[in-house]
């Protein structure tokens, strides 16, 4: 059987994973690359055989067989405006929009989230990423699992209201997390140390926290009730940064029990 075509639409973090992965392992043959933005259609398009970079959504092609939107959310109205209305699988691979934002474009629509963080420029292996899916009926969650089933190891149902419950998760896993870290490092930075002393302890944080739970993995002078040492450290901080330290503070000490 002939591979299906695939344009993908968008040229971000996200798609600039995917499309070469897909390409790759034979899911699908990545014909264009769409994107506003030329050196960004082009540059991913250079990375996948035979794929055309294209900016004028009129010169998109019409006899696709799956268009994947791997835009930000706020940009997929206007795509699905832009896109040919055909027949074709449309897919889109937000966590937080409704696969009904596709229902204009054809009867055969759906999701196609991946949970991860992605950055242009940092490998991942594509294959190890959870995937979510959703169709706009059986039929089309059963193709859509079909097509992923060549590229992802792990594929599973989730619904709208669930993707978004599974967002807001991901946002305080990834997202905060790492606004976290970055304060750590400007706290650093300012006695002239690098981000990397605090390595081993984010590496031991993390396995802990897989091993056993967050929960249970708690340490620290807030989880001790230990007033006295937090006190301190607010007194060293002003701003945001005393604002972000005495919430936390507060919530994992009201977690516990061990408020005022």
Known sequence: MAKPKIVIVGAGN???????????????????VYSRSQESASELASKIPGAEAVI???????????????VSDDAIPAVVDALPRTDALYLHTSGSVGMEALSTLSDRYGVFYPLQTFSKGVSLDVAKVPLFIEGANDGVEAEIRKFASKLFESIYHADSETRK?????AVFACNFTNYLWTLAADLLSRDGLPFD???????????KALVNSPAASQTGPASRGDRRVTDVHLAL???????IYSLLTDCIMARRGLGR
């Open 14 to 32: 996200v798609a600039t994973h995917l499309a070469p992965a897909l390409s790759f392992s034979g899911c699908g043959d990545v014909v264009q």
């Open 56 to 70: 004028d959504p009129c010169r998109i092609v019409t006899d696709a067989d799956i268009y994947l939107i791997s």
């Open 165 to 169: 419950k599974m967002h807001i998760s």
């Open 197 to 207: 002393v605090l390595h081993p302890l984010l590496e031991e944080t993390l396995r």
């Open 237 to 243: 901080l002003d701003g945001k940064e005393r604002e």
